[in-house]
Nanobody, 122 residues
Framework: QLQASGGGLVQTGGSLRLSCAAS????????MGWFRQAPGKEREFVAT????????YYADSVKGRFTISRDNAKNTVYLQMYSLTPEDTAVYYC?????????????????WGQGTLVTVSS
């Protein structure tokens, strides 16, 4: 199971850190990803990180503002978000990739958390 948390209301230019706690023994072997879905829009890729954390990849829209990281000892993946804008308002989901993969395609992910809402006010 994946449990996302850390969402909330923040002003433009502010920051938030999302967390995703995972259960199970395979966390350290699986890539993890963050996705988001804004009202009326399709779910979109935000960032992914490999099982060891040495590979990360970001959507162009968040590159340089968001940082994905993980702590395998805590079975947790994070998304640090800076310089937030109203366009970042969405429900953010964490997801687990197949072992050994860290894809940007949501269809490759095998399990999903329940989402946490991020609202950025102007």
């Amino acid at each position: 199971q994946l449990q996302a948390s850390g969402g909330g209301l923040v002003q433009t230019g502010g920051s938030l850190r999302l967390s995703c706690a995972a259960s199970g023994r395979t966390f350290s072997s699986a890539g993890m990803g963050w996705f988001r879905q804004a009202p009326g829009k399709e779910r979109e890729f935000v960032a992914t990180i490999s099982s060891s954390g040495d590979y990360t990849y970001y959507a162009d829209s968040v590159k340089g503002r968001f940082t994905i990281s993980r702590d395998n000892a805590k079975n947790t993946v994070y998304l640090q978000m800076y310089s937030l804008t109203p366009e970042d308002t969405a429900v953010y989901y964490c997801a687990r990739a197949p072992l050994g993969r860290a894809p940007s395609n949501s269809r490759e992910y095998v399990s999903w958390g329940q989402g946490t809402l991020v609202t950025v006010s102007s």
